[in-house]
């Protein structure tokens, strides 16, 4: 047998020692000729790329850091309604953690999960009560996302 790496972790007391299987460490070319992929068509690909699923963490990453991404993109949009746009790091982990429970559509999935937290103040932001005044003269506007919201945003439709 293959030797697996192992992952051990201690939580509550317990010690826990898994083995874990990931094909990037096993992977030979030759195991698609034995799969059945004929070799004339194999040979139009000059590289295997085995990608794994994202962790929370990276698609937190995805969501804040990138200039174009979606956190930049909606910011952008408020700013024109002169709102400030903030989230806090709880509420993007929140965000990231929903997403990666749909592991099969990588980071498309936070657009999919920020939209249900976000459409309801796109549509007619100076409706909701989470868009305050920064100070009392009806100047700047400024909206917090934070995990309470997040939360209740993500419930399930009862």
């Known amino acids: 047998g293959v030797k697996l ?3 051990t972790t201690y939580v509550n007391g317990k010690i826990t020692i ?25 040979s139009r690909f000059d590289n ?17 850091e990138p200039a174009e991404g979606v956190l930049q ?26 997403a990666s429970k749909s592991s ?9 999960v920020y939209g249900r937290i976000i459409k ?3 549509f007619d932001p100076f409706s909701r009560e ?3 005044p920064l100070n009392g003269d ?5 909206l917090v996302i934070d995990d309470k919201l997040v939360s209740e945003a993500l419930k399930p439709a009862v």
């Not at 990037?24 to 194999?42: K, N, S, T, V």
């Not at 085995?50 to 937190?60: F, H, K, P, Q, Y």
Request: charged share 25%; net charge negative; no cysteine.
């Open 5 to 7: 790496p192992t992952t």
């Open 18 to 42: 898994r083995e874990y299987f990931t094909l990037r460490h096993h992977f030979r070319p030759e195991d698609l000729f034995e799969y059945g992929m004929q070799p004339q068509f194999l």
């Open 48 to 64: 295997a790329v085995i990608l794994e699923d994202l962790t929370s963490g990276t698609l937190a990453r995805i969501f804040k």
């Open 73 to 98: 993109t909606s910011q952008n949009f408020f700013q024109k309604y002169n709102i400030q746009l903030e989230i806090t790091d709880d509420a993007v982990q929140k965000i990231a953690d929903e």
């Open 104 to 112: 099969r559509i990588g980071a498309r999935a936070l657009k999919s």
């Open 120 to 122: 309801p103040f796109e």
């Open 130 to 132: 989470e868009v305050k």
């Open 138 to 142: 009806g100047g700047p506007f400024r």
